[in-house]
């Protein structure tokens, strides 16, 4: 019998799609960057400054020299080194947590963080702007889900206290990443305790930025160490390596390790990236003054911004989200800065809900004050009409 022919059409739909997206202007491109920027970039997450400094890329280069370029496993198999146990201890002791867990990226501790702890006997509540991560994490729990309205604390509490479910898991960004503002962690914590429910917060933005030599948010509310608050960074914001971290009580982490599906069955985090974090905690824990420097850079590029008419939060960590008028305009004023030498974000739908288009940027402990009026000063000048408070 001969094979049957491939058909040459299964995949048709797909270009009906693509030209659903080009029409709303929503196609996005991959530009490599040069291994040092030329732009001033304000789009990264590198907030410390740290992924290229020597120490912590020097680390990652005799780490993958010594135990190979990859983990070469599970962690569970032998994709566990000495570099991942002591980032773990050190991640805890830095944090103020009982214990922590590594993961390959803070997606997949976020996915194996919710999923984990939660399940078909669950309620989880979360806040309708939570990280992707977070929401597919609730999408595969098979835990009943509310998204609640953003940073609304009596919606949260109204959430717990009429859930179906006997258990609860309540799920927020500690820092959101769209819009740059905070999450109420005291309040949220308590209404956990009222309603007997535990409380999952993501730290990616806050940690190395907020608290005490960048502890985080978790620690700064007072809530590092607690027996019912776990929480989930990664390795590649302000440590500037790769990977993710669940940090809370050593009970919740001896069961992630036995039930977190993204950590059983995904390769463990690169030996290399295990070292850069290291050297990247170790840095910040000489300098503390990291966490400090890039808050007043973010406050001042905001405070300028602001003075110019633009529309934006007041930033608390490092992320500054400008109002931008509609997705097409937003993309044009990226793509104007960028020709400037101004590389900065853009997020637009379907990244984020409909109606919000935002120029994003990013402030690092290192930018200087000439680049902070260089950038402002592009900005402005490439800025659409309708992007000015009116
Ligand atoms: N949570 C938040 C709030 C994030 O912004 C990100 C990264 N964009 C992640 C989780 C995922 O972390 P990673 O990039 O390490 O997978």
Known sequence: MNAPVPPENVFDWLDAEAEKRASAGLVRQLRPRPPVAEELDLAGNDYLGLARDKRVAGAAAAAALRWGAGSTGSRLVTGTTELHTELEHELARFCGAQAALV???????????VTALSGAESAIVTDKYIHASLIEGCRLSRADIAAVAHVDVKAFSHALSTRRKPRALVVTDSVFSVDGDIAPLGDLARVCRETNASLLIDDAHGFGVLGEGGRGAVHEAGLAGA?????????????????????????????????????????????????????????????????????????????????????????????????????GEAVAWAGACAEQGIRVGCFRPPSVPDGISRLRLTARADLTESDVDRAVKVITATAPRGAFAS
């Open 103 to 113: 993961f390959s990226s803070g997606f997949t501790a976020n996915l194996g963080a």
């Open 227 to 327: 027996p019912d608050v776990v929480a989930t960074i990664t390795l590649s914001k302000s440590l500037g390596a790769q990977g993710g971290a669940v940090l809370g009580p050593r009970r919740v982490i001896k069961h992630l390790v036995d039930t977190a599906r993204s950590f059983i069955f995904d390769t463990g985090l690169a030996p290399s990236s295990a070292a850069a974090a290291l050297a990247a905690l170790n840095a910040l824990k000489a300098e503390p003054e990291l966490a400090t420097k890039v808050r007043d850079a973010s406050m001042n590029l905001a405070m300028q911004l602001k003075a110019a008419g633009f529309t934006l939060c007041v930033p608390e960590a490092a992320v500054i989200s400008v109002h931008a008028p509609s997705p």
